[in-house]
């Protein structure tokens, strides 16, 4: 009796629509590691990442990579060739910058040439051009909250303007004023992994519980601190041992998500091996590294990402 009663209850589970939201992490230009993995998924798949999930969210280079999947419908291979050296140099052109943290006074580089090159990429579109649902994280400085930029709420808000927004890193660029006068900074201050947020449109969105979330990080820090050194920083010293990285690792978000929904979240992350923790190394020698590192995942995690997507 008990058998039937398992096998009735796995039949019904089998049975449920679930909606798939797509949650990619920021981390500068480790956003790659999140391309190799997802161009191994389509690869065994057979289908573009666009027509595999429902509801797309990102922040920061995640949010970046979601805009070409979604509302380009590129396939990973293509959006592989965005992350050309000469892009990555284009999109980081300094406008001033010092040694010494304290007597920065601007940002490390400009949104003009970054600006051109997604021109080339997205022209004019608008962010509600997108078929499928997607939403990016930014952080408003003048209301001091949180804004999410989305195809479902934001009529007029070009794709451009979302994406140098998500990904106005403190430090490297300027704050960003998008097109209804807000003024934002990359949504990493709000959460680095979106995961429970896109959880949460998505929800609103379809109008059900029954959604699964998929989440690809941009790797872990291996730097250990040493607390008691730590009890001694002042701005100085916190900046130059990576309090952004600090904030970028926050597991809130993961873990709240993971007791809320369990076997409906699945995580694809790890320690960043042999990788520059800075946000803007573009050599050679830190790509070739961060490209093995999504090349590692999809090798470590295809099982499980196959099953739980039900391929």
Same mark, same amino acid.
């Given at each position: 009796?008990?058998?039937?009663?398992?096998?009735?209850?796995?039949?019904?589970?089998?049975?449920?629509?679930?909606?798939?939201?797509?949650?990619?992490?920021?981390?500068?230009?480790?956003? !790659?590691?999140?391309?190799? #993995?997802?161009?191994? $998924?389509?690869?065994? =798949?057979? @289908?573009? &990442?666009?027509? %595999?999930?429902?509801?797309?969210?990102?922040?920061?280079?995640?949010?970046?990579?979601?805009?070409?999947?979604?509302?380009?419908?590129?396939?990973?291979?293509?959006?592989?060739?965005?992350?050309?050296?000469?892009?990555?140099?284009?999109?980081?052109?300094?406008?001033?910058?010092?040694?010494?943290?304290?007597?920065?006074?601007?940002?490390?580089?400009?949104?003009?040439?970054?600006?051109? !090159?997604?021109?080339?990429? #997205?022209?004019?579109? $608008?962010?509600?051009? =997108?078929? @499928?649902? &997607?939403?990016? %994280?930014?952080?408003?400085?003048?209301?001091?909250?949180?804004?999410?930029?989305?195809?479902?709420?934001?009529?007029?808000?070009?794709?451009?303007?979302?994406?140098?927004?998500?990904?106005?890193?403190?430090?490297?660029?300027?704050?960003?004023?998008?097109?209804?006068?807000?003024?934002?900074?990359?949504?990493?201050?709000?959460?680095?992994?979106?995961?429970?947020?896109?959880?949460?449109?998505?929800?609103?969105?379809?109008?059900?519980?029954?959604?699964?979330?998929? =989440?690809?990080?941009?790797?872990?820090? %291996?730097?250990?601190?040493?607390?008691?050194?730590?009890?001694?920083?002042?701005?100085?010293?916190?900046?130059?041992?990576?309090?952004?990285?600090?904030?970028?690792?926050?597991?809130?978000?993961?873990?709240?998500?993971?007791?809320?929904?369990?076997?409906?979240?699945?995580?694809?992350?790890?320690?960043?091996?042999?990788?520059?923790?800075?946000?803007?190394?573009?050599?050679?020698?830190?790509?070739?590294?961060?490209?093995?590192?999504?090349?590692?995942?999809?090798?470590?995690?295809?099982?499980?990402?196959?099953?739980?997507?039900?391929?």
């Amino acid at each position: 009796m008990l058998d039937k009663f398992l096998n009735l209850f796995k039949l019904i589970e089998q049975k449920k629509e679930y909606k798939l939201v797509l949650s990619l992490d920021g981390g500068g230009v480790r956003g !790659l590691a999140t391309v190799m #993995f997802l161009k191994e $998924l389509e690869k065994a =798949s057979g @289908k573009k &990442i666009f027509d %595999l999930f429902d509801f797309f969210i990102g922040t920061s280079t995640g949010g970046l990579n979601a805009m070409h999947l979604v509302v380009n419908e590129v396939e990973v291979s293509e959006l592989e060739s965005f992350w050309s050296q000469d892009n990555l140099a284009m999109s980081m052109q300094s406008s001033f910058w010092t040694k010494n943290f304290i007597l920065t006074t601007k940002p490390k580089y400009n949104n003009n040439s970054k600006t051109e !090159l997604l021109e080339k990429y #997205f022209g004019n579109k $608008l962010i509600s051009d =997108s078929k @499928k649902p &997607i939403a990016v %994280l930014a952080y408003d400085v003048e209301n001091r909250k949180p804004r999410i930029l989305s195809s479902y709420t934001d009529q007029d808000i070009k794709v451009t303007s979302a994406i140098n927004a998500t990904s106005a890193a403190p430090l490297y660029y300027p704050t960003v004023q998008i097109e209804d006068g807000s003024w934002l900074i990359d949504g990493s201050v709000v959460s680095n992994n979106p995961c429970l947020i896109g959880y949460n449109e998505a929800r609103k969105y379809f109008k059900t519980d029954n959604i699964k979330v998929f =989440s690809v990080g941009t790797g872990r820090h %291996l730097k250990n601190l040493d607390g008691e050194d730590s009890s001694k920083w002042g701005p100085y010293g916190w900046l130059t041992n990576d309090i952004i990285g600090i904030l970028l690792d926050s597991h809130a978000d993961h873990e709240i998500l993971d007791d809320l929904i369990g076997k409906d979240y699945l995580r694809i992350n790890s320690v960043a091996e042999n990788i520059n923790w800075n946000l803007d190394d573009y050599t050679e020698d830190n790509l070739r590294n961060i490209r093995n590192l999504g090349l590692k995942w999809w090798e470590l995690n295809n099982n499980k990402v196959t099953d739980f997507l039900s391929l």
